[in-house]
């Protein structure tokens, strides 16, 4: 794919203002379907639109020879996401607040440095101790909404439900370093692996009533923009970039603008403390990419 910088950034933009959205859209399909319904019915959406991707770049003739490559990483990459990931992540948003729920979920990128140390063998600068605590001093802010002394959580189950989700997925990330397969192709077979569980889960729980059409549409959105459209510009985004750390910048737009959509659509009115406690997460994360790349140099 032929460099262009300018071209990275739009289609890196695009990336992050879909991105925004998804914390409102969780909670709006929430309001009409079970976390199940919204992740079996979000999860075929993205199958679908993975399988028409694959079609159209004539790979279809990849899948079957990249899952006999390694078919325990792929196993565990579709039980992690979209199985477990997201059934976590949709019961924190159902519990929480959006503001609070994605909020705690964007530490993520600390919960995958901390985890690099004992599963990858890397090891922690003095930048990575800062991020830690500014990140984990920010997600205590949002979850007692700035009340250390009472330790008043909006809901308990829900925080560590947000902050369970970060560990899965940090677990996804670091299970795909060894993953050499095509990335479309790769998502497909996690999404080809996870939907059968996901279903059998939908089974168990008699989650087989026809949702709404409100719902359906809600969920076909958040397979579109969350799971699958979203994660092939951020693709093309760095692909095309000539400066990657430019790229990988504008995800911090991210977290701030969804606020505004919640604040907008959801009509919640955003707790200072949200606002205190993103600010420290972002600080933090900046700072270790920034710092720790100039120890690179």
């Not at 078919?71 to 929480?96: C, H, K, S």
């Not at 063998?121 to 949002?142: M, N």
């Not at 990657?244 to 604040?263: A, R, W």
Request: proline share 4%.
């Amino acid at each position: 794919m032929e460099k262009n910088q300018q071209s990275a950034i739009k289609f890196g933009l695009a990336a992050v203002l879909l991105w925004s959205t998804v914390a409102t859209a969780f909670k709006l399909a929430l309001a009409h379907l079970s976390p199940t319904q919204l992740l079996f019915y979000a999860s075929l959406t993205t199958w679908l639109l993975l399988s028409l991707i694959l079609l159209k770049q004539n790979k279809l003739n990849q899948i079957l020879p990249s899952f006999k490559s390694a078919p325990w990483r792929f196993t565990q990459l579709g039980l992690i996401n979209p199985a477990l990931y997201y059934m976590v992540l949709f019961e924190a948003y159902d519990l929480l607040p959006a503001q609070q729920a994605q909020t705690l979920n964007y530490t993520w990128a600390i919960t995958l440095s901390l985890l690099a140390v004992p599963l990858l063998g890397q090891r922690l600068t003095k930048f990575d101790g800062l991020a830690l605590v500014l990140a984990y001093f920010g997600a205590a802010v949002i979850s007692t909404q700035g009340n250390f002394t009472e330790l008043n959580f909006t809901s308990g189950l829900g925080v560590c439900l947000a902050l369970a989700s970060t560990v899965l997925w940090s677990f996804y990330w670091i299970i795909n370093t060894k993953n050499n397969a095509d990335p479309i192709v790769s998502l497909f077979l996690c999404f080809s692996i996870g939907l059968p569980v996901i279903a059998v889960i939908m089974t168990v729980q008699n989650q087989w009533q026809m949702p709404s059409t409100y719902g359906l549409l809600s969920a076909i959105y958040v397979g579109l923009f969350e799971m699958g459209i979203t994660f092939v510009l951020w693709l093309f985004a760095l692909k095309k970039a000539t400066n990657t750390s430019q790229i990988s910048m504008l995800i911090f737009i991210s977290p701030f603008l969804s606020l505004c959509f919640i604040y907008l659509f959801l009509g919640e009115a955003i707790h200072p403390a949200t606002i205190v406690g993103l600010c420290f997460i972002v600080i933090g994360l900046v700072s270790q990419q920034v710092m720790n790349k100039k120890l690179q140099r």
